[in-house]
């Protein structure tokens, strides 16, 4: 029997500022626009749904990098 997997996420990235969180809302809602996102407080949520397993690591190493450029701006303007 041929199974096809479908893999779910849910990613919580917290931030030390409101305002630090809902800029990196913000920038992600472009492209990311067809699944759940949503900003409360520090942290901003992200829950994406039966996916295949190659696009569910892609988006995630999408969201990672993002995540990981908003780090390396903020190093920029300290």
């Known amino acids: 029997m ?3 997997m479908k893999i779910n996420i849910k990613l919580l990235i917290e931030f030390n ?7 990196f809302y913000k920038s992600l809602i472009p492209d ?3 699944f ?3 900003v409360q407080e520090k942290i901003v949520k ?3 749904k039966g996916l ?5 690591r892609a988006l995630l190493n999408s969201i990672l990098r993002i995540v ?3 780090e390396e701006m ?3 303007l300290i």
């Open 36 to 38: 759940n996102i949503d």
């Open 74 to 76: 903020e190093k920029l």
């Open 52 to 56: 295949m397993p190659s696009r569910a």
């Open 68 to 70: 990981q450029l908003n």
């Open 32 to 34: 990311f626009k067809d």
């Open 17 to 23: 500022e409101y305002e630090d969180a809902d800029i």
């Open 2 to 4: 041929n199974y096809l």
């Open 46 to 48: 992200v829950e994406l």
